[in-house]
């Protein structure tokens, strides 16, 4: 296998604490060594073992890529108007939704696989490496199995998501369609996804039907995750950490059990900074979770409705200026803190062994992803 040096890195965060005893691990004057499709070695430039090639990237900061844990991409249309309308005032409900479900159904998989491709490749150029992408917009047996198959194409990390909303013509039968998501649904989708998710909301689905459907999703061997707390307080989070779940999303309105169940269970709490701008509501505290040893990821939640944004550097900025996280918290979150959240050990981190995943910015330092908002800053993806 022919090996790279890659020299000419100013700044690396490297998620290995090993080197400088901080989270983020950070060497200056770097050099990685990547051998197929892994990393060899990492270390100081001067320290650097020889390779078959060498290549300077000429001074900026590297980071590993970014692992967006969390996005809905598989979709038609999209729902620019109902943006318009919240920001001239009406409110989100989770009843969006079934605009883009009809849009979906309607859709070719051609259209489908297109537009998840389109999301994937901004993604990409936008420094993420590695993208979890959920069903959700079919919402039956067929719809719900082919937009899986479409996400697999894309990306090992699939979730079956039928639990996103009762579609309507479930409306006088909610009791049904959990039935049909526990049951058929899941079989036909299984076998296309590794975890199951559900939204755990008021008008979505309530804490006994969330354990229904994931018990179900755990014995046909998805992992669980949820969409929880995002609304308003709830039992989500604490129902989350009860089953020990990897991951709960959002988590925007917390109590102190709710943050002292994340802390004791180890359940990653994914926050999506992006959904908070995009519908102008309050931030989750993300203070007071790193405070309690909660580990933290973040996420873009890219969706039609709630947050059409792609950009994991924005949710660095937002994390930072709204949410009181430092730069190098976001940064991890973003990056190590994805992994966590998708129970992955080999992204995320810049180690011997791990995926060469590696975002090259078109600047000195990782602190202008916060300090520089808005700036398209990912010079070069090496993946
Ligand atoms: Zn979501």
Request: hydrophobic letters at 45%; one cysteine or more; a negative charge.
């Amino acid at each position: 296998m022919t090996s790279l040096l890659l020299t000419g890195i100013a700044e690396l965060v490297t998620n290995d604490p090993t080197h400088d005893g901080t989270p983020l691990g950070l060497l200056h004057d770097a050099a990685v060594v990547v051998e197929g499709r892994r990393i060899a070695w990492v270390g100081p430039r001067h320290a650097a073992p020889d390779a078959d090639a060498a290549r300077d990237l000429g001074g900026p900061a590297v980071l590993p890529g970014f692992v967006d844990s969390h996005s809905h991409l598989v979709f038609n249309g999209d729902r620019a108007e109902e943006f318009a309308a919240r920001m001239a005032g009406e409110s989100y409900a989770a009843g969006g939704i079934r605009t883009t479900v009809a849009a979906t159904r309607a859709a070719s998989d051609e259209q489908l696989y297109a537009n998840v491709a389109r999301l994937v490749a901004e993604m990409r150029r936008q420094g993420t490496t590695t993208v979890e992408i959920k069903s959700g917009y079919g919402l039956n047996v067929l719809d719900e199995a082919r937009s899986l198959a479409i996400a697999r194409e894309f990306t090992e990390e699939t979730t079956f998501l039928g639990a996103h909303v009762v579609p309507p013509e479930f409306a006088d039968d909610p009791a049904g369609y959990v039935e049909l998501v526990s049951g058929r649904m899941l079989e036909a989708a299984a076998p296309h996804a590794r975890w199951i998710d559900v939204f755990c909301e008021r008008g979505a689905f309530d804490e006994d039907q969330a354990r229904t459907i994931l018990a179900a999703g755990q014995a046909a061997g998805l992992g669980g995750r949820l969409h929880a707390n995002q609304l308003g307080l709830g039992p989500g989070v604490r129902l989350g950490c009860e089953l020990g779940l990897t991951a709960v999303d959002h988590c925007t309105y917390l109590d102190d059990a709710d943050v002292a169940a994340l802390a004791d269970s180890g359940t990653v709490a994914t926050l999506l900074p992006g959904v908070e701008f995009s519908t102008r509501s309050p931030y989750p505290d993300a203070r007071a979770l790193l405070d309690a040893g909660v580990t933290v990821a973040l996420a873009s939640d890219c969706n039609p409705g709630s947050c059409y944004t792609s950009s994991m550097p924005l949710c660095v900025a937002l994390a930072v200026r709204e949410m009181r996280m430092t730069p190098a918290e976001a940064v991890w979150a973003a990056t190590a803190g994805g992994a966590r959240a998708l129970a992955r050990d080999d992204v995320g981190v810049l180690a011997p062994g791990h995926r060469a995943h590696l975002t090259v910015l078109d600047a000195p330092s990782y602190l202008h992803l916060a300090y520089r908002p808005g700036v398209p800053l990912v010079a070069e993806v090496i993946a």
